[in-house]
């Protein structure tokens, strides 16, 4: 059975850093991507930033130049470094992890979110 553990989060004031990390487990497929969402009240869920097996990384345009996702294969982890926060990054933020299992289709797991709030 596959999991998807984050951890980090927290209370931070705006300008500040935190760093959340997730690690993903039991899947018997190699290939895979891993990326962090949010989701806001009120708000739907977004994409923040996506790594592949070959740290090809694509990020959404609010967070360029703040964020950096990285990850460890030999962990299956991924970490998001998030600087230069500002009160709208506040949310949860959710794991997702791709198992390809064949050309483009995969298996797709979440992560149970932590949240971020960052204070003005």
């Known amino acids: 059975q596959v999991q998807v553990v984050e951890s980090g989060g927290g209370l931070v004031q705006a300008g500040g850093s935190l760093r959340l990390s997730c690690a993903a487990s039991?899947?018997?497929?190699?290939?895979?991507?891993m990326a962090w969402y949010r989701q806001a009240p009120g708000k739907q869920r977004e994409l923040v930033a996506i790594?592949?097996?070959?740290?090809?990384?694509n990020y959404a345009d609010s967070v360029k130049g703040r964020f950096t996702i990285s990850r460890d294969n030999a962990k299956n982890t991924v970490y998001l470094q998030m600087n230069s926060l500002k009160p709208e990054d506040t949310a949860v933020y959710y794991c997702?992890?791709?198992?390809?299992?064949?050309?483009?289709?995969?298996?797709?797991?979440w992560g149970q979110g932590t949240q971020v709030t960052v204070s003005s």
């Open positions: 039991g899947s018997r497929f190699s290939r895979n991507a």
């Open positions: 790594i592949t097996n070959d740290s090809s990384t």
């Open positions: 997702n992890a791709r198992f390809y299992y064949s050309g483009s289709s995969y298996y797709n797991y």
